[in-house]
């Protein structure tokens, strides 16, 4: 038994060390189907940024509430109009980026997962969640 909890807790993996908004850019995603970002012009990858109206601080402020709501959701670095997150599921870890961009009114998102080739759509569905979450504190 206590070998089969140390396989669960062996999936979490390491993050990756090209994470970072590195030039106003988010890390690109491989070429396994388990990452979305809204910085990467292949439909496989895609997915559209958060839109707000209004200061983009006071919006970048409520994403931060959002995210701090979410139960699988762990703040790991935030620096101006950038954050690093940690998404938890009962078995994996996967690592999420917001980067506001002020000029065009959107954060830009990515979500990578650490481990495996496959996510079954976790990653977009979750980021999905996320901009609903979002869209529905506006206002």
Partial sequence: ???GLLGLFGCAG???NNLGAHGGELA???TSPNCVSSQVVDEKHRIAPISFSGEPQTAFVRLKLVLKQRGDTTIIDEKSGYLLVEFRTTLFVDDGEFLLDPEQSIIH???ASRLGY???GKNRSRMEEIRRQF???GH
């Fill in 1 to 3: 038994m206590a070998l």
């Fill in 14 to 16: 390491e993050r990756s």
């Fill in 28 to 30: 690109a995603c491989p």
């Fill in 109 to 111: 998102v990515r979500s």
């Fill in 118 to 120: 496959s996510d079954l």
């Fill in 135 to 137: 869209a529905a504190t």
